[in-house]
């Protein structure tokens, strides 16, 4: 029989945010870390630091061994309930051509002092 794995939102799992109770999401799951605080190798301010938030970055960046990530999965609750997170928004092609055009219009300005030069020049040199 499959096991049920209980769902959580971001804002469950921010309010589990003090060094009583402290939570952090990785990597979409959900972790109670409050009774490894004074374990930690970092120390526990590393982890207050991020109690209550994604800490899938900081995680990452600390370059955890795998012995720390097997660790890690004694203290999981359950998983992040992605459903009530926000999706990042697509650019368009309308505000992509926006900025293709912008780009041209900075290749103006020096075009036309090259052309303004080659032009003076000209009739400078058409005087002598």
């Not at 930690?40 to 630091?49: A, E, F, S």
Request: with cysteine; glycine share 6%.
């Amino acid at each position: 029989m499959p096991t049920l794995t209980k769902l959580y939102t971001m804002q469950e799992a921010s309010e589990h945010n003090s060094a009583g109770d402290c939570w952090v999401v990785i990597d979409g799951k959900v972790y109670d870390v409050s009774s490894y605080l004074e374990e930690h190798p970092g120390g526990d301010d590393v982890l207050l630091q991020v109690t209550g938030k994604d800490a899938t970055d900081e995680f990452e960046d600390a370059g955890h061994s795998k012995t720390a990530r097997e660790l890690m999965e004694s203290f999981f609750v359950g998983e992040l309930d992605t459903s009530d997170i926000p999706q990042l928004e697509i650019v368009s092609e309308k505000q992509e051509n926006y900025i293709f055009d912008l780009t041209k219009q900075y290749w103006a300005v020096p075009l036309a002092a090259i052309g303004i030069s080659v032009v003076v020049t000209f009739l400078y040199l058409r005087k002598k």
